[in-house]
Antibody, heavy 120, light 113 residues
Framework: QITLKESGPTLVKPTQTLTLTCTFS??????????VGWVRQPPGKALEFLAL???????RYSPSLKSRLTITKDTSKNQVVLTMTNMDPVDTATYYC????????????WGQGTLVTVSS | QSVLTQPPSVSGAPGQRVTISCTGS?????????VHWYQQLPGTAPKLLIY???NRPSGVPDRFSGSKSGTSASLAITGLQAEDEADYYC?????????????FGTGTKVTVL
């Protein structure tokens, strides 16, 4: 059973950099087509794709946030890390990591999510 | 900001059929990219409901079905049940001139009357 879990700070100050870690099990980021991505959801709002990293280290970023985001992977640790610079209160959201299935590109397994609040 | 548009809400009585539309464009759904659907119960992570336009993962009741045509897709729920009250999101891939990335719909709240 594939599991993913997000970890990181629950509170960050404006202008700070957020670093979130997704730790997963029972999935191989070395398998062709596999990816792990990040999706966020501000309170009461819709899901928003942030970034995804593929097994071959190719990456996709939200065009509107690309300048602020960096996604990396550590296959040996079964982790994917997302950094977001220059945090603002509007970035307050629940951040999810999710596994991208290699067959059709859907997100079939999700972490429980972690709420990040941006406030001074 | 989302490039996939859904109705904000739909409602129906128990046992009825409801449909949720997901309208895209020629750079995403119309370009042939698959549409996937997720159900999000209050306070929980999204759950995959339909993948590859029409396919149900194991464990998803056959009351849920998906379809796709042109630049749009739809999710149908037949025999609506109280436990279906949730938010629903479509998702696809967008490949425009400036960038390519995954996109979600604006979300639809389903209310069981």
């Amino acid at each position: 059973q594939i599991t993913l879990k997000e970890s990181g700070p629950t509170l960050v100050k404006p202008t700070q950099t957020l670093t979130l870690t997704c730790t997963f099990s029972a999935l191989s980021l070395s398998s062709s087509g596999v990816g792990v991505g990040w999706v966020r959801q501000p309170p009461g709002k819709a899901l928003e794709f942030l970034a995804l990293i593929y097994w071959d280290n190719n990456k996709r970023y939200s065009p509107s946030l690309k300048s602020r985001l960096t996604i990396t992977k550590d296959t040996s640790k079964n982790q994917v890390v997302l950094t977001m610079t220059n945090m603002d209160p509007v970035d307050t959201a629940t951040y999810y990591c999710a596994h991208r299935d290699q067959r059709r590109g859907h997100f079939d397994y999700w972490g429980q999510g972690t709420l990040v609040t941006v406030s001074s | 900001q989302s490039v996939l548009t859904q109705p904000p809400s739909v409602s129906g009585a128990p046992g009825q059929r409801v449909t949720i539309s997901c309208t895209g464009s020629s750079s995403n759904i119309g370009a042939g990219y698959d549409v996937h659907w997720y159900q999000q119960l209050p306070g929980t992570a999204p759950k995959l409901l339909i993948y590859g336009n029409t396919n149900r993962p194991s464990g998803v009741p056959d009351r849920f079905s998906g379809s796709k045509s042109g630049t749009s897709a739809s999710l149908a729920i037949t025999g609506l049940q109280a436990e279906d009250e949730a938010d629903y999101y479509c998702q696809s891939y967008d490949n425009s001139l400036s960038a390519s990335n995954y996109v979600f719909g604006t979300g639809t709240k389903v209310t069981v009357l």
